[in-house]
Structure formats: structure tokens, C-alpha cells
């Protein structure tokens, strides 16, 4: 137990009669009487309060989103005749933060109540949530009474799944996602499939003006995109994908992104796979098409983490040259900084063309951006920065003029761009 403030504020009482006694010593027995009455006032207060008053049962997802706020539930029971002044708090894992605990609530005697809060793990894997961590004051109010209530749920925490059901169910409802609109476009003119009302986003030139006429509405043609395709997600897990931004990794970003667009791409009848390494080969998953394609790429990448290692682009690439016969997209999602890997890499890719049509995905540095634009760095620092974006810029530069595509994007704008860009390459009908 914890002495309460009202405890602290009563133990001043023959704090100062004790100051007193030593100008008047006939308040020596009135101390002594002050202080053996607040002592078995607390005393008892204490033994009222040893019986836990409160239980407490958790009800949390099997399944957490990395990076995103994750809704807890906690059902409160009191057990009291009175009413209680209630805090509780969770036992998190590792890499797992929330900014509503503890939770406060006052409950009624004998009531029931239910309070929220939200966690967002940093860290993907299997974790564990742990005991519960309850206060609430003494009868009396003389101490906190604080009670641990054993509970271990166990979660699993995921890349951004939570991104998919959104998109999921916005499809569902015929609905467009800002960063997901370019979704609904449609393939190449020779491919019309149905007539249907304008959406926002559409071309201009996709408009047929006699049934806008007709209908008086505008009613835009759709056409359908070539599917049964393969797109295959290279993954870089080496030493520069661990560098963070908004709370997660490079890697974790590449991971989101991946996820979302295998959705989409299997939405759309493509096939989709997945291969991560590092130094070596980390996980494989050969291109799959149907329902579970999302989650056979989810099931190859959830628990993989970079490493402090230096990349092998060559194993990556060796392995797709053995392993992937059709012709295919393939997205490489990396980080590049010097010279040596730069001309591997343009080596690399211009082994793989033309039996596949590669996508380089350069993940920006926010902090770089911001330095060259005008940080509060020093001098050396800036140029050191504006050296580096010099550098990339090259890259980028290099890699389209050997006919690579290239998409050159800040994290937190990659899921949105990489789809556009995915939808692009297949309406201009590339693959």
C-alpha cells in the first residue's frame, strides 16, 4: 500500500505537536495520543483495505498492426459497496507504446464499466500483454491501495493490416481512398468492360459523351486491366533498412507497402510473391494468385527483421534468375549510399531486362531532405547532405537511362506512390 495525500496531511498534526513539546512540555501527552489515534486509524484503514475490491479481463486483437494505434479493452468489475476512484495500467511488451495509461474511471458500487485504450507496436513477432496494475484509495482514504491482477494475452504483431481491411472495405463499399484512388483506373482501350457513373479521378478521355447525353449524367467507360501477371517484392533486410523514420524501420515500410499492394494486386488476378535478403537469401515465397495471396506474402515477411549486415544484391538477383522463369514485375525496395553498391546494382539490373521489367524503390532519408533544404545544421553537415541527394539523384538518373523505372519516395508516402505506380505500369500495358 501507499500513504495517501490525506494520511501525509494527518501525520503533520504530531509532527507539529512534537515541534511544540519542546517549548511546552504538557503537549508531550497529547502527541503521544494524536499519534497512536492516527496509527490505528490507519491501521484499520489498512485492514479494510487487503481485499482486492476490482477484477479486471482484458479483451485484445490476435493480431496488432505495426505502427498504428491498436484498440484494448478493458472490462472493469467493482466488488465494493462504495464508489471507487479507479487507475489501471497494462504491463506492455517491448517496443510498444500508448499515451492513455494509465486509465482513470470511477465506478459505482457493484458496477461494471469498460475503458479503452490504444497501443502501437514498433516491433513486428509474437509478443505477450501483460499483468494488470489496478489503484483505487482505502475506505477510509488514508492509502492507495494497489493491486497487481495476473493476465498474459498473447498477440502477434503484423505489418500494417489494418491499412488492408480499410482498403478491403472501402472496396467493398464502392468507396474511393484518397491515397488509393488511382485503385480504380483500368487498363489499355481495347479492353472496354462496362459503362458506369464518373468517378472522381477519372481521365478526362475515359468519358462517353453520348451516354453522358443519354443518361444526363457524366458516365465514364472502364476498362479492365490484363491479370494472371506476376509482380515479385525484393526486399532489402541489410544494414541501411534499419534506419528509422516515423517510428519504424525502412524495412517496416518497404513490409507495409508490400502487403498493401499484393492486395491490390491480387485483386486484381496477378500473381504475387515475395523475396527478402540480406547477406544471404532470408525468405522466398514464389508468386501465387487468389484470395490468399496477401497473406502468403504476410506469412513470408512478418517475422523478418534487417540486419546489421551489408547487402548481397547479387544472391537476390541470382535466385530470381533460378527461380522465376515468367516474366515478371519486380519491385526492389532499398537504400543506397555509395558508389561500389550503385554499380552493382545497375549491373544487376540490367542482367534481369529484358525477360523482367524491374522497379527500383529508393526509400529517402527525411532528415537528409531536410538538411539540404535549409536545416539547423552546421555548414559541413549540409554539405555533407546535399552530397548524398547529389549522389541519389544520379542514381536515379543512371537507372532510367539503362531502362530501369524508378520510384524515388519519402516513407510515409511510399504505399500510395507504389500503387499509382503499379496501376500505371499495368494500364500502359509494360508488363
Do not use: C
Not at 527478402?276 to 504476410?298: C, E, R, T
Not at 522497379?359 to 549540409?382: Q, S
Amino acid at each position: 500500500m501507499i500513504p495517501s495525500r490525506a494520511l501525509v496531511l494527518l501525520a503533520i498534526v504530531p509532527l507539529g505537536l512534537a515541534v511544540a513539546t519542546l517549548v511546552d512540555r504538557t503537549l508531550l501527552l497529547p502527541m503521544l495520543a494524536a499519534d497512536a489515534g492516527i496509527a490505528l486509524w490507519a491501521a484499520i484503514d489498512a485492514l479494510l483495505a487487503r481485499k482486492p475490491l476490482v477484477t479486471v479481463k482484458r479483451h485484445a486483437p490476435a493480431v496488432l498492426s505495426i505502427g498504428r494505434p491498436n484498440l484494448i479493452t478493458l472490462e472493469i468489475r467493482s466488488l465494493s459497496r462504495r464508489k471507487l476512484s479507479i487507475e489501471v495500467a497494462d504491463d506492455l511488451f517491448d517496443h510498444a507504446e500508448s499515451d492513455d495509461l494509465p486509465v482513470k474511471l470511477e465506478l459505482p458500487p457493484r458496477e461494471r464499466a469498460t475503458a479503452r485504450y490504444h497501443v502501437r507496436p514498433t516491433r513486428r513477432g509474437a509478443h505477450v500483454i501483460g499483468d494488470h496494475h489496478v489503484r483505487y484509495l482505502s475506505p477510509f482514504g488514508l492509502w492507495i491501495r494497489q493491486v497487481t491482477v495476473p493476465a498474459e494475452t498473447p498477440v502477434k504483431v503484423y505489418p500494417d493490416v489494418q491499412a488492408v481491411r480499410t482498403f478491403e472495405l472501402m472496396a467493398r463499399q464502392d468507396r474511393d481512398p484518397s491515397a488509393l484512388r488511382a485503385s480504380r483506373k483500368r487498363g489499355g482501350e481495347s479492353e472496354f468492360e462496362r459503362l458506369r457513373e464518373y468517378r472522381r479521378g477519372d481521365e478526362f478521355r475515359s468519358i462517353d459523351w453520348k451516354a453522358t447525353a443519354r443518361q444526363k449524367k457524366i458516365i465514364s467507360r472502364e476498362y479492365q486491366l490484363e491479370s494472371n501477371q506476376n509482380l515479385l517484392f525484393l526486399l532489402d533486410a541489410g544494414r541501411l533498412m534499419t534506419a528509422q523514420t516515423q517510428g519504424l524501420s525502412l524495412f517496416d515500410h518497404a513490409l507495409n507497402a508490400s502487403l498493401m499492394l499484393s492486395h491490390v494486386a491480387a485483386r486484381g488476378g496477378d500473381r504475387v510473391g515475395l523475396l527478402a535478403f540480406a547477406d544471404g537469401i532470408k525468405s522466398y515465397a514464389p508468386p501465387v494468385s487468389g484470395a490468399g495471396a496477401a497473406k502468403h506474402v504476410l506469412s513470408a515477411g512478418y517475422d523478418l527483421y534487417p540486419e546489421l549486415v551489408e547487402t548481397n544484391y547479387g544472391s537476390a538477383f541470382q535466385h530470381v534468375g533460378l527461380r522465376v522463369r515468367k516474366r515478371s514485375l519486380i519491385v526492389l525496395f532499398t537504400q543506397v549510399v555509395d558508389d561500389v553498391a550503385a554499380s552493382e546494382l545497375l549491373r544487376l539490373m540490367r542482367g534481369v531486362m529484358p525477360r523482367h521489367l524491374p522497379l527500383m524503390v529508393l526509400l529517402r532519408d527525411v532528415e537528409i531532405d531536410a538538411l539540404v533544404e535549409g536545416g539547423d545544421a552546421d555548414p559541413y553537415t549540409r554539405g555533407a547532405a546535399a552530397e548524398l541527394s547529389s549522389f541519389r539523384d544520379r542514381l536515379v538518373r543512371d537507372l532510367k537511362n539503362h531502362g530501369a523505372l524508378v520510384l524515388d519516395v519519402a516513407p510515409g508516402q511510399l504505399t500510395g506512390q507504389l500503387i499509382n505506380r503499379y496501376l500505371e505500369i499495368k494500364a500502359r500495358h509494360l508488363l
